[in-house]
């Protein structure tokens, strides 16, 4: 009586894969890939594939956007990454820099308003302060308040009048 030999258990541990063709279509390859990253690569898995392993492994920019665990045909899948595509996420990088562009114009739209707005508030307080100095220039003895008064609160708010 002979027995049948156990499948040799392939274990692949952090090793990077570019651009690279998976076919594991109706396969059962009793294979593990621990760690590894997975770049621009292409895999196949069917109903048909069994004793596959993925676990913390890095998919950047591949053709999965997941693994679906499945223990009765051995399919394992834990912990891994899906990065998004690189054009989708330099879309959304633009996207996000337009709109960071976008505000902080608005922003120095509306400091510009606010500083105007600041300057109306000073002029008018200095036009309160020409009224103001006005009145009590009257109760100063000694002096022609009203000429007196006129010249200096003229000459401080840069009115000719």
Known sequence: MTKDP?????????KRFRA??????GKSLFTRFDGCEFVECTLLID???????????VFKDCNIEKLEQDEQRGLYARNNFFD????????DFEKRLAQALATRK????????TQIRSHQMWLTS??????????LAG????HNAR??????????????R
């Open 20 to 25: 690279e063709y998976f076919d594991f279509r």
């Open 6 to 14: 156990l499948p040799e258990e392939r274990v692949i541990w952090r």
């Open 147 to 160: 000429a007196s008064s006129t010249r200096s609160v003229n000459s401080l708010c840069g009115s000719k």
């Open 47 to 57: 109903r048909d594939t069994e004793q596959l392993a993925f676990t913390e492994c």
């Open 126 to 135: 200095k036009c309160w302060l020409r009224s103001y100095w006005r009145s």
């Open 106 to 113: 608005a922003m120095e739209k509306s400091d510009r308003s």
């Open 84 to 91: 998004r595509p690189l054009a989708e996420r330099r879309a």
């Open 139 to 142: 109760f100063l003895p000694g």
